[in-house]
């Protein structure tokens, strides 16, 4: 009765309810105790009501406020939300919402600072508007969903988020263990809150108003989903770290959540779901995943989502990317171009956007491009210098092989020679740590450099690494004709490195060897590609200095055969690219496509038994029926074979 009493009423009113219910019992005075039994206070005067509209309101306007936000008025909405900030949790969390993804976008430390400060003020007053339990009690019972108030769930949800968000800043920030430590424990305190949540939505059956359960239920779903797809992407050693933490990963389920989140009629985090499906199904699966995307499916998002944001300068962003990739490189610069001017006064967002730019040029081959917005990133960015640095130095060489020629090195010029080999000599000093290692794009530039000193200050076709580090061969799948240049380059080079050539210049040959087999696999000579990957690693004992390329050929091939549905020849040359090789370059890409690719692999084969059981089902059935001596007309339209949406597993569950 007391839990009850108090679970109607806002938590600054809650306290106080309680000590008047205990004087009544104590004085014996029920004289001014309101109707009903005497411990709930009376409706009469509003008190319960103006509590639901203010929660409400601070709902509706935190929804305008991020609208607003997404539709370029950045300043105004920070301005305004941070004004009513103590009022009530709900704005209190939009404000970090909002202040973390500017710190994310400009990686300016001052503003990580003010992000995290926010955060944590978020979390503190989400924690205090939270349903209180102690963890004796919870380990033994679950309190029933329809006990808690509609603002204690969303104060549950909203902790939920903001830890996971701080987790992830103390991830860019604190390049330690500790720091990594603090996240993980972060994140999984996180997750422990979202399946509440989501325990929550399943059971509740009751909510104050429609639009506080569509609120609340997009999101749970965002959240969910977007754990699980992350948590799927990560290589099997960090997997199996979350895995004993407690959490892991299923990537159909997390996009189907995720997907009911984006198109919700109604819920004030339904844009973010949908702009976090964009980012994913056209960046994040070009960088973690195979570069298959539904290209289908990602226009009917997008067209949703322009009813929604109309306007919005990251819906530009995202209509560029997905005219990049289609491979449209100029219908994508007009978006990026287009997005540029209508973010005034948020100008390190603009450096997404020049990043972005970058590699529509160089699938061009518009190298003196390539080097003006590579140098505007080195100038402004503190993103990763040491990146920069050898791209500047990178693009800088490949201008002047397009202005004197490939093999003409000493016509190159001088001056701007010396200012390469400057630049990539800082490189190695320039790097990050995080636990005392190198970023894996930092170590691959690192590598780069020395490469390049060992090789005489010399760079042979050096972009298509970054290609394929960064995942833009499928990009130009689409149009081969971004990539018939590129394979030339290739085969023209072959004929000056050829297989015979010297041992020092010998591993440039299987190196374009190499690319010679991804370009022919994009553009869809399977044949040949494959050939290409097995002399790779046929020959992997006299591959000296590109120790890279034997398990880069493994995935390759893996990745091929799986393609040609040749699931267990996939699957062999999958594992041994992650298990059969150590300590080379660019080791971590391989590892997050094969285990992707492999994970594919098992919900193929799941499905392929489920249906081989669900036929079995079928014609145990048909036997039965014309044992009974059913006629044919009867049997078929009773045995009916269920379609595929029948065999999946309620997605709550």
């Known amino acids: 009765m007391f839990r009850f009493a108090s679970s109607l009423q806002p938590e600054e009113e809650g306290v106080d309810a309680c000590e008047e219910a205990v004087d009544v019992l104590k004085n014996g005075d029920f004289s001014n105790s309101g109707t009903g039994d005497g411990l709930l206070p009376d409706d009469d005067d509003g008190s319960l009501q103006k509590s639901r509209v203010d929660f409400e309101e601070a709902l509706r306007e935190t929804e ?13 909405a920070i301005e305004e939300i941070s004004s009513k900030a103590h009022l009530h949790f709900t704005y209190m969390q939009g404000k970090a919402n909002f202040l973390i993804l500017k710190a994310i976008v400009t990686l300016d430390p001052e503003e990580i600072e003010v992000a995290l400060k926010a955060c944590q003020e978020a979390i503190d007053a989400c924690h205090e508007a939270r349903r209180k339990q102690s963890w004796f009690t919870s380990w033994f019972w679950k309190t029933d969903p329809n006990d ?9 949800l909203g902790y939920a988020e903001t830890t996971i968000l701080m987790a992830l800043l103390i991830c860019i920030t604190e390049r330690t263990i500790v720091g990594l430590v603090k996240a993980g424990f972060k994140i999984q305190t996180s997750m422990g809150a979202f399946l509440e949540c ?31 797809v992350i948590t799927s992407h990560l290589p099997n050693r960090i997997l199996s770290l979350v895995s004993f933490m407690g959490m892991g990963g299923n990537r159909s389920y997390g996009l189907k959540q995720a997907e009911k989140a984006a198109f919700m009629e109604k819920g004030i985090r339904a844009p973010l779901a949908g702009l976090g499906l964009l980012g994913y199904h056209i960046k994040v699966e070009f960088l973690l995943g195979l570069g ?39 219908e994508a610069i007009v978006h990026y171009e287009a997005a540029m001017t209508r973010i005034q006064y948020w100008i390190q967002a603009h450096h997404g956007c020049h990043w972005l730019l970058l590699w529509c040029y160089a699938v061009q081959r518009q190298w003196d491009k ?44 001088p001056d701007v020679m010396a200012q390469i080999s400057h630049m990539m000599s800082l490189v190695p000093g320039l790097r990050h740590r995080i636990a005392g290692k190198t970023v894996h794009l930092e170590k691959f530039v690192e590598l780069r450099s020395y490469l ?37 380059d290739v085969e023209d080079n072959l004929l000056i490195y050829p297989q015979s050539s010297s041992e020092e210049w010998r591993h440039r040959y299987y190196y374009l060897i190499f690319y010679k087999g991804v370009c022919k696999r994009y553009m869809g000579d399977i044949e040949e590609s494959i050939n290409c990957f097995r002399e790779v690693i046929a020959c992997e004992a006299d591959i000296k200095e590109y120790t890279h390329l034997p398990p880069h050929a493994c995935l390759e091939l893996g990745l091929v ?29 391989v590892h997050i496509r094969a285990h992707t690719a492999l994970t594919i692999i098992r919900t193929q084969e799941g499905q392929q038994e489920n249906m081989e059981a669900v036929y079995a089902q079928f014609e145990d059935k048909l036997k039965q029926m014309s044992s009974r001596g059913v006629t044919l007309e009867e049997t078929e339209k009773a045995a009916t074979i269920p379609d595929a949406a029948t065999l999946e597993v309620e997605d709550l569950s």
């Open 370 to 413: 390539c080097t003006e917005k590579i140098k505007i990133l080195l100038d402004e960015c503190r993103w990763s210098p040491a990146t920069f640095n050898y791209m500047y130095a990178m693009f800088l060489y490949m201008e002047q092989e397009q202005k004197h020629g490939q093999h003409n090195r000493d016509k190159f010029d």
């Open 452 to 488: 390049f000193f060992n090789e005489k200050e010399t760079m042979l076709l050096s972009i298509l690494d970054m290609f394929y580090l960064w995942n833009i061969f499928p990009m130009m799948q689409k149009n081969p004709a971004l990539l018939e240049p590129f394979l030339k």
């Open 292 to 330: 298959e995307v539904d290209f289908e499916y990602v226009g009917k998002l997008i067209d949703h989502m322009s009813k929604r944001i109309e306007g919005s300068a990251l819906l530009t962003i995202f209509n560029g990317m997905y005219e990049e990739a289609l491979g449209h490189p100029k």
């Open 561 to 589: 055969y799986r393609k040609l549905d040749d699931l267990e020849e996939a699957k062999f040359w999958l594992n041994k690219a992650i298990y059969d090789y150590a300590n080379y370059m660019n080791a971590t890409t």
């Open 198 to 228: 989501r325990r929550i939505l399943k059971e509740r059956t009751s909510y104050c108003s429609e639009d506080s359960k569509a609120h609340f239920e997009s999101g749970v779903r965002m959240g969910i989903g977007a754990y699980n």
């Open 64 to 76: 305008d406020l991020l609208l607003r936000f997404l539709q370029n008025s950045y300043v105004d």
């Open 148 to 156: 808690f108030t509609d603002e204690e769930i969303h104060a549950e």
